[in-house]
């Protein structure tokens, strides 16, 4: 399936995913939110894909919302708005990209070589990890445009960077520099730029060459689903009856014997039809 905002290229295990608007700076559209949610339900679905890389054409990330428009375009019931939530599709509906990416069974990898303003910074946070090259910038503007922020991303950037950080960038609304970023937390490095699209790829050939797909799905789930619990009574009832599972299945003894044998693994389950009987616990 071609896109007409993305660009959607598979190497092997890793499967990069482009905002291909070069000529607005990848400026987010409706269109674009509905293809990243497709692309991530895709790659969820394949397989043989093991890692997402999301990053942007040209010299930007994502600048934000298209507001070529003009000043309506926000308003959900105009033609051609950018409103992230649409009336028919309430927030809070766990629609859209964002279910999509939170939902996802593999980990995502965002390569910001830009601009990340507004949505285009919040659609980066339901990822597990951001890196981005030195020139980059973060803006939650929000404040600034009359808006709140969305995306969820009052629920994603205080668990990822504090309240208190994300406080202050959210309520300033200033533009803030990628080693502002990396001191905060945001991002886990800076790369020269033109470093930023092959690390991102060391790091997700890291992932894909050494660790069991199954269990990559299920990792990423219990982090993001217990960081902010109030105790580990839940989590306890979690991983260890998926543990006591996982340790009777054909990973875990690929997995011993690669280690004992001193060689790469070949991880036989996958995550289309190897998930244990506990998954989505939450929906017990």
């Known amino acids: 399936m071609a896109y007409e905002t993305l660009l959607y290229e598979r190497d092997g295990p890793i499967l990069t995913i482009t905002l291909n608007r070069p000529d607005k700076l990848n400026a987010y559209t409706a269109a674009m939110g509905a293809e990243l949610e497709d692309a991530f339900r895709r790659a969820d679905a394949d397989d043989a894909v093991r890692v997402v890389i999301v990053t942007g054409a040209g010299r930007g990330f994502c600048a ?134 092959a690390r991102a790829r060391e790091i997700a050939l890291e992932i894909a060459e050494n660790t069991a797909p199954v269990s990559i799905a299920l990792t990423r789930q219990m982090l993001w689903r217990y960081a902010g619990a109030p105790d580990p009574f839940g989590l306890l009832a979690v991983d260890g009856a998926m543990s006591m599972e996982l340790g009777a299945g054909l990973d875990v003894r690929e997995g011993v014997a690669a280690f004992l044998e001193k060689r790469r693994p070949e991880f036989p389950g996958k995550v289309s039809t190897d998930m244990p009987s506990q998954y989505p616990w939450w929906e017990g």
Do not use: H
């Open 64 to 197: 934000g919302a298209d507001i070529s428009g003009g000043a309506g375009a926000f308003d959900a019931s105009a033609e051609g708005s950018v409103a992230f939530a649409a009336p028919d599709r309430p927030r809070g509906s766990g629609a859209g990209f964002v279910g999509a990416i939170w939902n996802c069974r593999k980990p995502s990898i965002a390569a910001v070589n830009g601009a990340a303003v507004g949505v285009g910074a919040t659609l980066t946070l339901p990822m597990d990890i951001r890196i981005c090259a030195e020139g980059a910038r973060y803006g939650f503007v929000f404040a600034r445009r009359g808006l709140v922020p969305e995306a969820g991303s009052a629920w994603f950037l205080p668990r990822l960077v504090g309240l208190p950080q994300a406080l202050r960038w959210c309520l300033s609304g200033r533009l803030v520099p990628a080693q502002e970023a990396l001191a905060g937390g945001l991002v886990s490095e800076v790369t020269a730029p033109e470093a930023l699209l």
